[in-house]
């Protein structure tokens, strides 16, 4: 169904993600992985197959890629995207229109499909796919996971034979990720040909039926399901894999030695409009806590991490830091969020100026000194818009430690990175604990969570659920909170 | 009670017939009665608060015309009746286009502009800006937010202490995440077949119905007293 | 139709609807602050010029073909003119888009100077609007205030309004937008040009 043959391609302008002699044959009704570090390339085969490569990113391409018996370099754009579907990263940029009717009926209105045909497969679509109560909706008002299965659902009101993703879990939340599985079967077993690649690894168990592994734009090797899935772990890691079965993950953080608490929050009643998000919050952190934070959509995780930050002014309860009452403004002085989105937070046009922008009496010597630990000194006067996404989350923490920030959110910080990139996060974030700051970490990743934290909160039903530490015993709590016992045994 | 629905093209029509009267209007009296006219249209559209609102906004603009025209004079004066007359000339169109914006979806609004065959190379720009929008809401928030934790205050007070710096903050973030979109959202709708060229047919359907000729007669003929 | 490099991609258009957002909310922001407020309502167009100089700028950078403008001015056009503003806002914004066009393809759409100067017509766009105002308000005056004309009055106006208001309006607007462009070029240079996001 899918041949690529003999094919080499090297982007325009920057050396990253080109690909070297990929030679790949998928059959009808197969499921193909493609995994790897990121940058390795697998993106770039994926843009291969559905004709991106070559009409929408320019480069040097040579080989030959057939599509069910299409020349993808001789088709037109529109003649391709009739035979393949393809889903992407970033819900927040899928969306055409504004309402999910119309998006859902998008490619088939491209296709010029008569109106009855449309309306009749508008219906078994949402049916298929389970949205029948998104329709007639504001996209703008969806989850990400939400938006994400509009985007599905459009690229298969289609009716493509092949599918083609990238990376479509890096950010969705546990129960999306669960959503997107069932997708991915129910494609299976319509006999449709799905081309993958992904970072997290565990939730493919059981749906494809090859991964292929990438590394300096080649491929390295090839792996049946049985293979990949019993790989040993220093293998896995040696090769820069995230996990791939989670429940084996344990909690590697040992307490935290520092038990005299040095932030306290009092009763808090969180507001959002009328609607109380969060009720009667009561709990105490001390310096070098690495503080987890979950709960399911719409639990009001991001909003509780803005309060802390004083960033969200909307709240009655009582904030102390070291046994002094500290109001909002006082605790944006000494609060940082690093957010999911960290190029929001970026504002100058060099890292060296980003790393002193907006303090009054910048400490060079700091400066200079936090950019070098955090590897940052090769790209000084590189703007920081052309880093890689870890590289400026890394410049984003160099600035809050700059500031002398002592507390600290992490919002998602792991979306769309790869096990080494995770590495360094949690790393990085146990470096900043052993310095004696407060570390609250927003995130719906298992693996990150039991690499790096020590104490989980977790929210729920507009309250704190449960505060407990984590170890050994207290693991089984998150199994439950990620239903790990559950789908994936 | 049930709301009378309008075509979006009628909707256009009426606003099109309401800037020709004001244009010709031949006294105040005509323009006000063109407003009590939308305040009806409005009323039966499913918007009466919106309407009644402004139609008392409207009442107080000409009082305040004619007061201050009693009551005022020199420098003063000619500032208020010139503000509230023109605000007055502009009054029935902007009220008649917020009932627009207000009973018409953004998907109905582009079928509109579909079914008027109005090129692709509108369309496209057209349909992108309108879900574009809440997004700059939504980046803005982001951007408000990395600008405190900064120090450097989103504020009026901030811009005027350092009025470069603010703005650049706004403006470079801003822009940023706008040019990675258009690349994302580009792919996604290439990939979709947007290049298709056949002629897209469109699942939001629209339709001239009884009510249409009702608010169209009603709004020409209302015109046409302009010539009595 | 993305083969051939003169005419619009879709790639183009989608560009152009981001950044027409971008230009049509940062020139309502301003415009908003002004026009909504009986003292400074004549300075609106000076405030609807004040904010979008970089978005237009980075507009044309990264869609240097004929086109964009004058896409950009159509949309302003539909959508002043649904929102009910008077017709002679959205007939500006046509004409000046086709003119800012002109003069930014004079210089291959590369020239930054001639494109701040596309973009100080394009922000004339709001001006009309008051033109026409000023010029029919004789006869609206005299329907205004029905019986008895107040000639004083009617002197005053004439004076106040159309010896130096719409002279300044226009300078003031212009040189509004000179400024907007300047930064925007600032911003190009220093900012987006480094990272990578210009055509």
Same mark, same amino acid.
């Given at each position: 169904?899918i041949?690529?043959?003999?094919?080499? =391609?090297?982007?325009s302008?920057?050396?990253?993600?080109?690909i070297?002699?990929?030679?790949?044959?998928?059959?009808?009704?197969?499921?193909?992985?493609?995994?790897?570090r990121?940058?390795?390339?697998?993106?770039?085969?994926?843009?291969?197959?559905?004709?991106?490569?070559?009409?929408?990113? #320019?480069?040097?391409?040579s080989?030959?890629?057939?599509?069910?018996?299409?020349?993808?370099?001789?088709?037109?754009?529109?003649?391709?995207?009739?035979?393949?579907?393809?889903?992407?990263?970033?819900?927040r940029s899928?969306? =055409?229109?504004?309402?999910?009717?119309?998006e859902?009926?998008?490619?088939?209105?491209?296709?010029?499909?008569?109106?009855? *045909?449309?309306?009749?497969?508008?219906?078994?679509?949402? *049916?298929?796919?389970?949205?029948?109560?998104?329709c007639?909706?504001n996209?703008a008002?969806?989850?990400? $996971?939400e938006?994400?299965k509009?985007?599905?659902?459009?690229?298969?009101?289609?009716?493509?034979?092949i599918? !083609?993703?990238?990376?479509?879990?890096?950010?969705?939340?546990?129960?999306?990720?669960?959503?997107?599985?069932?997708?991915?079967?129910?494609?299976?077993?319509n006999?449709?040909?799905?081309?993958?690649?992904e970072?997290?690894?565990?939730?493919?168990?059981?749906?494809?039926?090859?991964a292929?592994?990438?590394?300096?734009?080649?491929?390295? !090797?090839?792996?049946?399901?049985?293979?990949?899935?019993s790989?040993?772990?220093?293998?896995r890691?040696?090769?820069?894999?995230?996990?791939?079965?989670?429940?084996h993950?344990?909690?590697?953080?040992?307490?935290?030695?520092?038990?005299?608490? @040095?932030?306290?929050?009092?009763r808090?009643?969180?507001?959002?409009?009328?609607?109380?998000?969060?009720?009667?919050?009561?709990?105490?952190?001390?310096?070098?806590?690495?503080?987890?934070?979950?709960?399911?959509? $719409?639990?009001g995780?991001?909003?509780?991490?803005?309060?802390?930050?004083?960033?969200?002014?909307?709240?009655?309860?009582?904030?102390?830091?070291?046994?002094? *009452?500290?109001?909002?403004?006082?605790?944006?002085? =000494?609060?940082?969020?690093?957010?999911?989105?960290?190029?929001?937070?970026l504002?100058?046009?060099?890292?060296?100026?980003?790393s @002193?922008?907006?303090?009054?009496?910048?400490?060079?010597?700091?400066?200079?000194?936090?950019?070098?630990?955090?590897?940052?000194?090769?790209?000084?006067?590189?703007?920081?818009n052309?880093?890689?996404g870890?590289?400026?989350?890394?410049?984003?923490?160099?600035v809050?430690m700059?500031c002398?920030k002592?507390?600290l959110?992490?919002? #998602?910080?792991?979306s769309?990175?790869d096990?080494?990139?995770?590495?360094?996060?949690?790393?990085? !974030?146990?470096?900043?604990?052993?310095?004696?700051?407060?570390?609250?970490i927003?995130t719906h990743d298992?693996?990150?969570?039991?690499?790096?934290?020590?104490?989980?909160?977790?929210f729920d039903?507009?309250?704190l659920?449960?505060?407990?530490?984590?170890?050994?015993?207290?693991?089984?709590?998150?199994?439950?909170?990620?239903?790990?016992e559950?789908?994936?045994? | 009670?049930k709301?009378?629905?309008?075509?979006?093209?009628?909707?256009?029509?009426?606003?099109?017939?309401?800037?020709?009267?004001?244009?010709?209007?031949?006294?105040?009296?005509?323009?006000?009665?063109?407003?009590?006219?939308?305040?009806?249209y409005?009323?039966?559209?499913?918007?009466?608060?919106?309407?009644i609102?402004?139609?008392?906004?409207?009442?107080?603009?000409l009082?305040?015309?004619i007061?201050?025209?009693?009551?005022?004079?020199?420098?003063?004066?000619?500032?208020?009746?010139?503000?509230? %007359?023109?605000?007055?000339?502009?009054?029935?169109?902007?009220?008649?286009?917020?009932?627009?914006v207000?009973t018409t979806?953004?998907s109905?609004?582009?079928?509109?502009?579909?079914?008027?065959?109005?090129?692709?190379?509108?369309?496209?720009?057209?349909t992108?800006?309108?879900r574009?929008?809440?997004?700059?809401?939504? %980046?803005?928030?982001?951007?408000?937010d990395?600008?405190?934790?900064?120090d450097?205050?989103?504020?009026?007070?901030?811009?005027?202490?350092?009025?470069?710096?603010?703005?650049?903050?706004?403006?470079?973030?801003?822009?940023?995440?706008?040019?990675?979109?258009? %690349?994302?959202i580009?792919?996604?709708?290439?990939?979709?077949?947007?290049?298709?060229?056949?002629?897209r047919?469109?699942?939001?359907?629209?339709?001239?119905?009884?009510? %249409?000729?009702?608010?169209?007669?009603?709004?020409?003929?209302?015109?046409?007293?302009?010539?009595? | 139709?993305?083969?051939?490099?003169s005419?619009l991609?879709?790639?183009?258009?989608?560009?152009?609807?981001?950044?027409?957002?971008?230009?049509?909310?940062?020139?309502?922001?301003?415009?908003a602050?002004?026009?909504?407020?009986?003292?400074?309502t004549?300075?609106?167009?000076?405030?609807?010029a004040?904010?979008?100089?970089?978005?237009?700028?980075l507009?044309?950078?990264k869609?240097?073909?004929?086109?964009?403008?004058i896409?950009?001015?159509?949309?302003?056009a539909?959508?002043?003119?649904?929102?009910?503003?008077?017709?002679?806002?959205?007939?500006?914004?046509?004409?000046c888009?086709?003119?800012?066009?002109?003069?930014?393809?004079?210089?291959?759409?590369?020239?930054?100077?001639?494109?701040?100067?596309?973009?100080?017509?394009?922000?004339l766009?709001?001006?009309?609007t008051?033109?026409?105002?000023?010029?029919?308000r004789?006869s609206?005056m005299?329907?205004m205030?029905q019986?008895?004309?107040?000639?004083?009055?009617?002197?005053?106006?004439?004076?106040?309004?159309?010896?130096?208001?719409?002279?300044?309006?226009?300078?003031?607007?212009?040189a509004?937008?000179f400024?907007?462009?300047?930064?925007?070029?600032?911003?190009?240079?220093?900012?987006?040009?480094?990272?990578?996001i210009?055509?």
């Amino acid at each position: 169904m899918i041949s690529i043959k003999n094919v080499n =391609f090297s982007y325009s302008g920057t050396g990253q993600g080109k690909i070297e002699n990929i030679n790949l044959d998928i059959p009808k009704g197969n499921c193909v992985l493609l995994c790897g570090r990121s940058g390795c390339g697998k993106t770039t085969i994926t843009r291969l197959v559905n004709g991106l490569i070559p009409y929408f990113y #320019e480069g040097n391409l040579s080989g030959t890629v057939t599509v069910d018996g299409m020349n993808i370099a001789e088709t037109p754009m529109y003649k391709i995207a009739e035979k393949v579907g393809s889903v992407f990263q970033n819900p927040r940029s899928q969306f =055409f229109n504004t309402d999910t009717d119309s998006e859902i009926a998008f490619g088939m209105e491209n296709m010029a499909w008569p109106l009855k *045909k449309m309306l009749g497969r508008i219906k078994e679509t949402t *049916k298929d796919i389970n949205i029948e109560n998104l329709c007639e909706r504001n996209i703008a008002q969806l989850s990400g $996971g939400e938006k994400q299965k509009v985007a599905f659902a459009s690229v298969y009101a289609m009716t493509p034979d092949i599918f !083609v993703l990238d990376e479509p879990s890096s950010s969705l939340d546990v129960d999306a990720i669960q959503e997107l599985r069932n997708l991915l079967l129910l494609l299976k077993n319509n006999g449709k040909t799905i081309l993958i690649s992904e970072h997290r690894l565990y939730f493919l168990k059981g749906v494809i039926d090859k991964a292929v592994y990438i590394e300096g734009g080649k491929i390295q !090797v090839e792996y049946t399901p049985e293979e990949l899935f019993s790989l040993p772990d220093d293998e896995r890691i040696e090769k820069g894999l995230r996990s791939l079965d989670l429940i084996h993950e344990l909690p590697s953080v040992l307490g935290n030695k520092n038990e005299k608490s @040095c932030f306290q929050v009092n009763r808090e009643n969180i507001m959002w409009g009328k609607e109380e998000l969060l009720k009667n919050i009561s709990f105490t952190a001390a310096k070098g806590d690495i503080i987890g934070v979950i709960g399911h959509n $719409g639990s009001g995780k991001t909003t509780f991490s803005r309060t802390i930050c004083g960033l969200h002014k909307y709240h009655t309860g009582e904030y102390l830091w070291n046994n002094k *009452k500290v109001d909002d403004k006082q605790r944006l002085k =000494f609060c940082y969020m690093v957010m999911q989105n960290v190029s929001y937070q970026l504002f100058s046009d060099t890292v060296e100026k980003e790393s @002193c922008f907006g303090i009054k009496n910048p400490d060079k010597d700091l400066a200079n000194q936090t950019l070098k630990e955090l590897g940052l000194s090769p790209y000084l006067t590189r703007h920081p818009n052309t880093l890689s996404g870890g590289q400026k989350q890394r410049l984003a923490v160099a600035v809050s430690m700059i500031c002398h920030k002592d507390l600290l959110v992490f919002d #998602e910080p792991t979306s769309g990175l790869d096990f080494d990139s995770m590495c360094q996060v949690s790393d990085l !974030v146990k470096k900043l604990a052993a310095q004696g700051k407060v570390l609250f970490i927003v995130t719906h990743d298992y693996e990150f969570l039991t690499l790096t934290c020590n104490r989980i909160l977790h929210f729920d039903d507009a309250q704190l659920v449960e505060d407990y530490k984590l170890d050994s015993e207290s693991v089984h709590k998150l199994w439950s909170f990620f239903d790990l016992e559950g789908v994936y045994k | 009670m049930k709301y009378i629905h309008t075509d979006p093209r009628t909707k256009l029509f009426v606003l099109l017939i309401c800037a020709v009267a004001i244009t010709i209007s031949p006294s105040l009296y005509y323009e006000g009665g063109l407003v009590f006219v939308i305040l009806l249209y409005g009323i039966l559209s499913g918007k009466p608060k919106y309407s009644i609102i402004m139609a008392i906004i409207y009442g107080g603009l000409l009082g305040l015309a004619i007061i201050s025209n009693f009551y005022l004079s020199g420098a003063l004066r000619i500032m208020f009746t010139t503000f509230s %007359d023109f605000i007055g000339k502009m009054f029935p169109c902007v009220m008649m286009g917020g009932i627009l914006v207000g009973t018409t979806q953004a998907s109905e609004f582009m079928a509109a502009l579909n079914h008027m065959h109005i090129p692709k190379n509108v369309v496209v720009p057209v349909t992108v800006m309108l879900r574009y929008i809440p997004m700059i809401q939504e %980046d803005w928030g982001y951007i408000k937010d990395s600008m405190k934790l900064r120090d450097v205050a989103p504020s009026l007070k901030g811009l005027i202490k350092n009025p470069s710096q603010t703005v650049e903050c706004i403006y470079v973030p801003l822009m940023m995440a706008a040019s990675k979109m258009a %690349d994302e959202i580009s792919a996604a709708a290439v990939t979709r077949g947007i290049e298709n060229p056949k002629p897209r047919t469109c699942v939001k359907q629209i339709h001239f119905c009884v009510q %249409d000729i009702i608010v169209a007669v009603v709004f020409v003929g209302y015109f046409l007293t302009a010539f009595l | 139709m993305s083969n051939q490099k003169s005419s619009l991609t879709v790639k183009d258009l989608v560009t152009i609807g981001i950044f027409s957002a971008l230009f049509l909310i940062l020139s309502l922001i301003g415009g908003a602050v002004l026009g909504s407020n009986p003292v400074t309502t004549f300075w609106m167009p000076l405030g609807g010029a004040l904010l979008p100089g970089p978005a237009f700028l980075l507009l044309i950078a990264k869609v240097p073909k004929h086109g964009p403008i004058i896409i950009l001015g159509i949309i302003c056009a539909i959508i002043y003119f649904a929102t009910g503003m008077h017709w002679t806002m959205p007939v500006a914004y046509l004409v000046c888009g086709v003119l800012a066009d002109l003069v930014s393809s004079a210089g291959k759409f590369k020239n930054v100077w001639l494109n701040i100067v596309a973009y100080m017509i394009f922000a004339l766009s709001l001006v009309p609007t008051y033109f026409m105002f000023f010029f029919a308000r004789e006869s609206y005056m005299s329907y205004m205030l029905q019986k008895g004309t107040d000639q004083e009055y009617l002197d005053a106006m004439v004076k106040a309004g159309q010896d130096w208001v719409l002279p300044v309006m226009i300078i003031g607007t212009l040189a509004v937008a000179f400024l907007s462009g300047l930064f925007g070029k600032k911003l190009l240079k220093k900012q987006f040009e480094k990272a990578g996001i210009t055509a």
